[in-house]
């Protein structure tokens, strides 16, 4: 069961304010992930303490370098099942991970960072992670 929108609103302006677009129904992650060409940089995000409270900042951080992705996309794990579920289903090879970061290219995923490379770390060691990935993607 959903935590209570009250709860989650505060984790999910983190990334909308900074210029993240909110997809919360499948028709929206499709009208995304399965049509656009251009880098598209999804984080998965997630009520998880500590994982959570990492990846929000790191993928701020991440995106302050020259290199980055052109579209930026979000999915709260936890809330939006239905979305999240179809975010899945583009992210191939992985099990499910929250929070979590992918990256597509051309519509397909070029890198995904998992729960277990978040949890632990410092925002800026994650968003170095995936500063590179954009170096090599974007």
């Known amino acids: 069961?959903?935590?209570?929108?009250?709860?989650v609103a505060p984790m999910r302006e983190d990334l909308v304010r900074i210029g993240f677009q909110e997809m919360r129904t499948p028709?929206?992650?499709?009208a995304i992930l399965g049509t656009e060409?251009?880098?598209?940089?999804?984080?998965?995000?997630?009520i998880c303490g500590c994982a959570a409270a990492m990846m929000r900042p790191a993928v701020y951080m991440s995106l302050q370098g020259e290199?980055?992705?052109?579209?930026?996309t979000t999915v709260f794990a936890g809330q939006d099942m239905e979305a999240t579920d179809r975010v899945?289903?583009?992210?191939v090879g992985y099990p499910?991970?929250?929070?979590?970061?992918?990256?597509?290219?051309d519509g397909e995923l070029v890198y995904f960072m998992e729960r277990h490379q978040i949890e632990g770390r410092h925002p800026?060691?994650?968003?170095?992670?995936?500063?590179?990935?954009?170096?090599?993607?974007?």
Do not use: G, T, W
């Open 1 to 7: 069961m959903p935590y209570p929108e009250m709860m």
């Open 27 to 30: 028709e929206e992650v499709d």
């Open 37 to 46: 060409k251009r880098s598209v940089l999804v984080a998965i995000n997630s």
């Open 67 to 72: 290199k980055k992705p052109e579209v930026l």
């Open 88 to 91: 899945r289903e583009y992210i």
């Open 96 to 105: 499910p991970s929250s929070p979590s970061v992918a990256l597509f290219k």
């Open 124 to 138: 800026e060691d994650i968003a170095r992670d995936l500063q590179a990935a954009y170096e090599e993607h974007c």
